[in-house]
């Protein structure tokens, strides 16, 4: 039998509470703005200042890289002020080794630029707004993690 | 855009950037480890963060451009514009697969810092490296 307990062994609240907030971000930057506020962008906007290759220079991306840092800016801003208030000052240091965190962050950068959108664009924003191939991109990257997550357990990984 | 309004725009985008933060560190997204657990599915809690941001959003979405005639400090409301062709894809396939690896998102590898996962500093490098080489070799201007 599978209990509520089974599916979420670490509590589910956190889990809805901390989406709502995250869509309320979203919602927010729509209702004062009017932008569409996935993350992967801002690091195209990112490398408009540090790289001097044209594809990083285009009107499109400069246009909106100032409020992209703020962005990002905002999310280290907001995690911050979680730590000292509800996290009540405690840091997490993740265990998952160093090489995984960057070969990881190649490929899922690499990936998210070339999909135009990661779990933020197309998983909230494109989800949000009923776009078919934001939809198709969620179900394929889920896809390929849980199916890649079983076969390394599988071959004995993780 | 009217210079008028950038100053309110650039902070609109930090109030907006840190509810999400708050929201991506209260839902333990920000731990490699609570996304690897998904992954195994031995915890949906990551689906349950999904439903409760997009289901939020398309709220947002489909309400806002009736209840106000334009953003607040914008002329017109956006629209999310995904295409449908094979990058987005393969794109998204690759994005998938070096979600597994690593247990990063772009949005928790920057949020993650905030609650002193330093390691994920590594993260972020990786992210930004994956992105200049998709612009500089294969993306097309």
Known sequence: MHTLAHWFPLGWRHFLFGGICIGLGVSLLFALTGFIGGISSTYSAALSWLSTFPYFHREALVSKRSWLMMYALGLFAGAVLFTFTLGHGHAFITRVPLWRLFAGGILAGFGARMSGGCTSGHGICGVASGQLPSILAVLIFLTTAILTAHLVRALGGF | ?141
């Not at chain 2, 996304?35 to 489909?62: C, D, R, S």
């Open chain 2, 1 to 141: 855009m009217p210079p008028v309004s950038s100053r309110a725009i650039l902070l609109s985008a930090l109030a907006a950037g840190t509810l999400f933060g708050f929201g991506l560190a209260l839902s333990t997204m920000v731990q490699p480890e609570v996304i690897l657990q998904f992954l195994l599915l031995n915890n949906m809690g990551l689906l349950l963060v999904l439903a409760g941001a997009a289901g939020t959003t398309a709220i947002a979405y489909a309400l806002l451009p009736h209840l106000m005639q334009r953003p607040v400090f914008a002329p017109d409301f956006k629209k999310h514009a995904a295409i449908l062709k094979a990058p987005t894809l393969i794109g998204a396939a690759i994005f998938g697969s070096g979600w597994v690896l690593s247990g990063v998102c772009p949005g928790p590898a920057i949020a993650g810092l905030g609650t002193g996962n330093w390691p994920l500093l590594l993260s972020v490098a990786g992210l930004l490296l994956g992105a200049w080489i998709h612009g500089r070799f294969v993306a097309k201007p």
